[in-house]
């Protein structure tokens, strides 16, 4: 099985890594599906899902910056990204995938809020409450 991997072949690889060349690992975000909780304060809100934000602006700032993101729900005029996170976000990696996105959303004029799933669930019209309520500190 091993004598059969294309990658094994260094021309494949060169190739494979040429055509990967600039991409991260999340380049493209998201599973493809919303969640019970984006649908949930979708409905609530009237805010569009799967929001993509160009991060081309600030790509001299940061190293190997896909070519956007993609935000579980924005609100555009306000400059407003929303992140729901699951239990996957309190690993390590995630932490630091979330903050880097944080960060260069900030860079690029947005605030961000982020809630768990289990806030959203339990108590969704607080959290309406705190998104309609949201003021960006200057």
């Known amino acids: 099985m091993k004598a059969n991997n294309p990658m094994r072949n260094p021309e494949t690889r060169h190739k494979m890594i040429a055509s990967n060349k600039g991409r991260t690992f999340l380049a493209r975000g ?3 599906q919303l969640t019970m909780q984006q649908k949930a304060l979708r409905d609530a809100t009237g805010l569009p899902v799967e929001f993509v934000i160009t991060t ?3 790509k001299h700032l940061f ?10 729900l924005a609100d555009p005029l306000r400059k407003l990204a929303i992140e729901i996170d699951g239990k996957t976000h309190k690993l390590k990696k995630w932490k630091f995938f979330d903050k880097r ?8 004029g947005w605030s ?13 019209p607080s959290v309406v409450k705190q998104i309609n309520t949201f003021t960006a500190s200057a």
């Open 56 to 58: 081309g602006p600030v």
């Open 112 to 124: 961000v809020l982020r809630f768990w799933n289990h806030e959203v669930t339990a108590d969704l």
């Open 30 to 32: 998201g599973n493809g």
């Open 101 to 108: 996105k944080t960060a260069v959303l900030d860079a690029l």
């Open 63 to 72: 190293p190997s910056l896909p070519n956007h993101y993609k935000v579980d």
